[in-house]
């Protein structure tokens, strides 16, 4: 019996140094899930996944970044329904507890596939908070805030990629935007929205397509830092030479999950590792 309890203390013990050595910096991790998206956001215990990538290889990503006790995520972004982005949170509602669902109207036949006839099941009973997003919502989420900044309630458009939620995050001076998989027109488009100015970090549009980010809306951005989420090798030739040379041209530092694996920003709303 004691050797029990010594061991449960043990245990115990060990579980509350995991606690206290939780890194108190906000850390943006663009996971490593190949042709896709899966950016985790998380500060302390609190953590904001936008999108989920093209299969269940996110589940790993959070396994190694996540506290290994912490089963919630407070937020999840999917910014639209193309399975590049969509298969991912399938699996991610399976294996964690999501209290807040950001989504455009799963409804909407436009966004209709296999991926979100599940979703949709399993969030009618799951007791999710289902936010629906306009260009005036604002999400707080411990000391994290989200401004999205697309789509309006009104917009219309032929392609899903256009229809992706635009969020932009502000922690302290620090300031990141991600763009989704939107296109050059909504790219020009969100470039006069107020609450978009300078940003130290963006999560580069369409995985680096020619067709993503435009030079009026990286005029506006300046980024210090531009992370593009890109398989290896991919049948796409993402990313695009000119987006690179674009990013090139205000002097941002480009860093790609093709080359480098999972990329991990650090900031403590001041300084940026």
């Excluded at 107020?194 to 130290?200: E, H, Q, Y």
Aim: glycine share 8%.
């Amino acid at each position: 019996m004691q050797k029990i309890i010594m061991f449960l203390f043990l245990i115990a013990i060990s579980i509350w140094i995991s606690v206290f050595s939780i890194d108190n910096k906000l850390q943006i991790i663009a996971c490593d899930v190949g042709q896709g998206d899966a950016i985790l956001i998380q500060k302390n215990t609190r953590q904001i996944l936008i999108d989920g990538g093209p299969d269940g290889n996110v589940l790993y990503c959070l396994g190694k970044y996540m506290p290994f006790f912490d089963r919630t995520i407070e937020l999840v972004i999917l910014t639209h329904s193309d399975k590049d982005h969509v298969a991912g949170v399938v699996d991610v509602f399976k294996n964690y507890k999501i209290e807040n669902f950001l989504t455009n109207d799963l409804d909407n036949p436009k966004f209709s596939n296999q991926y979100v006839e599940v979703l949709k099941n399993m969030v009618g009973g799951g007791g999710v908070q289902i936010i629906h997003p306009t260009i005036n919502t604002q999400i707080r989420v411990g000391m994290m805030y989200l401004d999205i900044v697309h789509p309006t309630e009104d917009f219309v458009a032929n392609k899903t990629n256009d229809y992706s939620i635009v969020a932009v995050l502000n922690y302290l001076n620090f300031k990141a935007i991600f763009v989704g998989d939107v296109e050059n027109k909504v790219s020009d488009n969100i470039s006069s929205n107020r609450k978009i100015g300078k940003v130290n970090y963006i999560k580069v549009n369409h995985h680096g397509s020619k067709n993503g980010l435009s030079e009026k809306l990286l005029k506006v951005l300046e980024p210090k830092i531009a992370v593009i989420s890109v398989g290896k090798n991919n049948r796409y030739g993402h990313p695009h030479d000119e987006i690179l040379q674009m990013l090139k041209t205000v002097n941002a530092k480009i860093l790609r999950t093709d080359q480098v694996g999972d990329v991990i920003v650090t900031t403590d709303g001041e300084k940026i590792w």
